[in-house]
């Protein structure tokens, strides 16, 4: 099956810095979703992006589909962007059944 | 409205109960999924139903039967689990692959923090 490989694992922000998290998957993908998981578990829709550049807010992403990444661009971090970071990829052949990478665990210290 | 809604919000239970974890949507999504979630881990699949018919079951063991009871509803019914078992459930619904797409934007319900004792 396809491989998700995000980066970094961990990460660690003075509030206001910026960070850029990246997802790299091994084979091409209809579907790619960012996801932020909040200390409570809920799973937060950042971006439906399989290809191209979307912004919300001081959030954006974009996907290079041909060259199979996509990354997620943090800019003035609050303390409340701390949580967990997903992208999660599904194939054409694997319609409905979303891959998820194993995360970026982001802190932002005040 | 982009709300998914799960109960029981925590559940514990023991190995020789029956329990069962409900899911509802609102949204008019032809597509529900089932996850489960360990502690520091991805979600990982386990069911997909697609006009309310499983679609995808990822060899998940027999202890967890879904159900769709029509197009808002979907279920998890447990019988015998094992302290292993014990996890974040998650429910999500999208769109149903068809009208020239293969795929959508799924969404999330809260979970079910479950503990099999």
């Known amino acids: 099956g396809i491989q998700v490989e995000q980066s970094p694992p961990d990460l660690i922000l003075q509030e206001g810095a910026n960070s850029t998290l990246r997802c790299n998957f091994s084979d091409s993908v209809n579907n790619l979703q960012w996801f932020h998981q909040n200390p409570w578990g809920q799973l937060i829709n950042l971006f439906y992006?399989?290809?191209g550049t979307k912004q919300n807010g001081r959030l954006s992403a974009t996907t290079v589909a041909t060259e199979r990444y996509s990354l997620l661009y943090i800019s003035s971090s609050q303390t409340t962007d701390s949580g967990v970071y997903f992208c999660a990829v599904e194939t054409n052949t694997n319609a409905g059944k979303s891959t998820f990478g194993d995360g970026t665990t982001l802190t932002v210290k005040p | 409205d982009t709300e998914v809604t799960q109960t029981p919000k925590h559940l514990v239970m023991g190995m020789t109960n029956k329990k069962s974890l409900k899911c509802e949507q609102h949204m008019g999504h032809r597509a529900m999924y089932w996850y489960k979630q360990k502690a520091k881990k991805p979600p990982e699949l386990m069911f997909v139903y697609s006009y309310e018919k499983l679609s995808i079951n990822e060899s998940v063991p027999s202890r967890f039967s879904p159900e769709c009871p029509n197009s808002s509803l979907l279920n998890l019914h447990l019988h015998a689990l094992q302290p292993e078992d014990s996890a974040l459930y998650l429910c999500?619904?999208?769109?149903?692959?068809?009208?020239?797409?293969?795929?959508?934007?799924?969404?999330f319900g809260p979970g079910t923090r479950l503990t099999v004792t």
């Open positions: 992006i399989p290809s």
């Open positions: 999500a619904s999208s769109q149903a692959p068809g009208a020239g797409k293969s795929s959508y934007e799924q969404y």
